[in-house]
């Protein structure tokens, strides 16, 4: 009787959600990438066409590739406000990354929501083996029920919830994403020019570092550039660039003397769009 219950209210439910949120539009998916063996790069995970105020999120994601490292999850330049917390499960063993938004009460009443149309959720640091084959590596989602006992299991999935924080919804779509290994064709394209063809944030030099290191970035159109220096809490803790620059390398130094040893994150900012990377001082 009791399991009939339980079936009957999670039917309820359902249909409740269904019904309430018939015209939710959100999209969750995550970039395609190409990048060679031996390299570092960042995969980002977007929401679009947003169209709820939601409380929380969850983003499971599973890749299957042996010669596939994740390093972190960023939520700089994230959609993700001051009154929620981001919390990061890696499970490389089995190929799992799990993004997980949740609100800060901080003994407030009512349940904090994020109301946006569209944005990055995390940034993923990805790292490729120097062994790895051509080929391509799917960066897809997790859709998984686990039984507790006879009436009950966990369901583990892309989803989000309402502004009361009491109901799943699911999104309209998810796109998965993918890691393109190219291996290096040593082609010269002829391009004579003398300017970056590419916007581009190249890793800092040396890395890890003590306590001062490189760090260039490509321009290939003059332009305004911000590059600043994150914690792991994505506060500010340099700015090295603000200003305009005009297109080429440039490349500028930065002293992390004053601070203490750790993990930190560098973003440009430029009218061809951003870029973040992850450095680390050791002491």
Not at 96 to 103: E, R
Request: aromatic content about 8%.
């Amino acid at each position: 009787m009791r399991k009939t219950s339980i079936i009957a209210l999670t039917l309820a439910l359902l249909m409740f959600t269904s019904s309430a949120f018939a015209q939710y539009t959100g999209v969750i998916s995550v970039d395609s990438v190409e990048a060679q063996p031996g390299e570092s790069f960042q995969v980002p995970v977007r929401l679009s066409n947003n169209n709820l105020a939601f409380s929380a999120l969850t983003v499971p994601l599973h890749y299957d590739s042996d010669f596939l490292y994740v390093d972190s999850v960023s939520f700089i330049g994230s959609i993700m406000p001051e009154t929620f917390g981001g919390l990061v499960l890696l499970e490389p063993a089995i190929g799992k990354i799990k993004i997980t938004y949740l609100p800060k009460m901080d003994g407030q009443l009512q349940v904090p929501t994020i109301d946006v149309a569209q944005g990055v959720v995390g940034t993923i640091f990805f790292r490729l083996d120097q062994s790895a084959p051509p080929g391509v590596i799917d960066l897809d989602s997790i859709n998984v029920e686990t039984p507790i006992n006879d009436s009950m299991s966990i369901v583990e999935r892309v989803d989000l919830s309402d502004p009361s924080g009491t109901i799943v919804i699911l999104p309209a779509d998810f796109i998965p994403g993918a890691v393109k290994v190219m291996l290096p064709t040593g082609v010269n394209d002829g391009d004579n020019s003398g300017l970056p063809q590419e916007f581009a944030l190249a890793q800092n030099y040396p890395n890890p570092f003590n306590p001062v290191t490189s760090i260039e970035f490509s321009l290939p159109q003059a332009g305004h550039v911000e590059l600043k220096v994150f914690n792991v809490l994505g506060q500010t803790v340099s700015t090295l660039v603000d200003g305009f620059e005009t297109a080429g390398v440039h490349r500028v130094e930065f002293d992390a003397g004053s601070l203490p040893s750790g993990i930190y994150f560098y973003r440009i900012s430029h009218s061809e769009g951003a870029q973040t990377k992850k450095m680390v001082l050791v002491k």
